[in-house]
């Protein structure tokens, strides 16, 4: 076997393989004995069909099933002799193929680049402080009596999160327009459902006043014919509706099921949840500002068929989601323009981790390993059942070592960066994360 390495273009490299003849020209021979025993063909006894007749019938079918073996073959024997390291699958080119002459073929394809992690030293990365206090517990109990409401009319002026029932017909050029009329229509105030100005004229109205509104629909509007148009509409208020907060008591507890120990039992667990929601936040977003500076300071090509890979994966991830929240209904095929900028990051940074991995010989931490486990089986109701169900499951330890391994190699960013401590607000840091 012959081969010559050629470079194209960035990462494309082109082997022209030259593969002798006569071992060629042998694996089609014994593919062609081995048919002769098993073909059945009028007038021969089976496993007596002459050689040359199989041949003549199969020859052509036979060279180039076997011209494909051995490009495979010959590929995956050349690239090891040349210490190279594909990415993604190769496409082949059949130049020459004929019998008693040397076969040649070329294989074209992307490499892996060679990923030097730089840098690392001048990171500057902040690492929040922050503690729950009481205000914010407060804060967070108020959110849950929110979610709770109920709605119950009032005889005032309508304010802001207050709730309408309304009636109203659209108007283009004096004109009503499909889908511009309702009636019963409930809206809550300042929750942004309607087009950009339809709500704050309804802000101070009362039952049975009748409102007009005047907007323009925006230049992204879905529906065609309303793009940038002008409309008025005739509202009329039936009712308004302010929300009514239910008591914080044990009743209240029992809604989120707190059997004993009542309000106190409550701010205890909600308390713990805030806390593990806020230990999921800070570590996502240092790793976030991690992977961000580490892609600044490591500029490389990335593969163009690692690329497409990621982008099918986020596009599937995608169809799931969109599929679970339309129940069940299939999506669209998305452009995979979408997806690209996206994809590119990941594997990039896949790439630097990887490469931190391999210089500094990381192994998955066991310790780490069941930490990330007993945390994310903290949030079911049962946590020791799902740490004896990821115990049971190789694949989803597989997983959970290769999110861990990907952590220890953040850390090791973190422990040769520059770091410094930022004391910042609870709300500060949850609100920027969501």
Do not use: C
Not at 421 to 433: G, I, L, P, R, S
Request: proline content about 3%.
């Amino acid at each position: 076997m012959q081969v010559s390495v050629e470079t194209t273009q960035g990462l494309e490299r082109r082997l022209t393989i030259t593969v002798p003849a006569d071992s060629v020209d042998s694996a089609v021979k014994a593919r062609l004995q081995q048919l002769s025993k098993t073909q059945r063909i009028n007038g021969f006894r089976p496993g007596k069909v002459p050689v040359s007749v199989i041949q003549k019938r199969f020859g052509a079918a036979v060279r180039q099933e076997v011209a494909g073996d051995v490009m495979q073959q010959n590929f995956y024997q050349a690239i090891v002799q040349e210490k190279i390291n594909p990415a993604g699958m190769p496409s082949f080119e059949l130049v020459k193929d004929e019998n008693g002459q040397d076969l040649e073929f070329v294989a074209a394809f992307e490499v892996y680049p060679e990923v030097e992690v730089q840098g690392v030293a001048d990171i500057e990365i902040e690492k929040p402080v922050v503690e729950i206090s009481d205000a914010d517990l407060d804060n967070m109990m108020e959110t849950l009596q929110k979610q709770h409401a109920t709605w119950k009319e009032v005889k005032r002026k309508a304010k802001k999160d207050d709730r309408v029932v309304i009636d109203f017909v659209g108007k283009i050029d004096g004109e009503e327009f499909e889908g511009g009329k309702a009636e019963d229509f409930t809206l809550e105030l300042g929750q942004g459902r309607m087009i950009p100005g339809f709500e704050e004229p309804l802000v101070g109205a009362k039952k049975d006043e009748e409102v007009t509104v005047e907007v323009t629909f925006p230049e992204d509007y879905h529906a065609e014919n309303l793009k940038g148009k002008a409309a008025v509409f005739d509202v009329t208020v039936k009712k308004v509706e302010g929300k009514q907060l239910p008591d914080v008591d044990d009743e209240f507890a029992k809604l989120f099921g707190v059997e004993e120990g009542g309000v106190d039992a409550l701010k205890a667990e909600v308390r713990k949840n805030m806390e593990r929601e806020l230990t999921q936040t800070l570590k996502t977003t240092v790793k976030e500002d991690v992977i961000s500076k580490l892609i600044e300071k490591n500029e490389f090509d990335v593969p163009k068929a690692l690329i497409d890979q990621e982008v099918n994966a986020l596009r599937e991830q995608a169809k799931q989601r969109f599929s679970q929240q339309a129940g069940g209904q299939n999506m669209p095929e998305l452009p995979a323009e979408l997806f690209t900028d996206n994809a590119i990051r990941r594997v990039r940074i896949g790439l630097l981790l990887g490469e931190i991995i391999k210089q500094n010989e990381l192994k998955a931490d066991d310790e780490k390993v069941m930490q990330l486990i007993e945390t994310s089986a903290s949030a079911y109701e049962d946590p020791q059942e799902v740490v004896d169900y990821y115990k049971a499951n190789e694949e989803l330890m597989n997983q959970m070592r290769n999110v861990a391994l990907e952590e220890q190699a953040i850390d090791w960013v973190l422990e040769n960066a520059k770091t410094q401590e930022v004391t910042k607000a609870f709300d500060e840091v949850m609100n920027k994360q969501a």
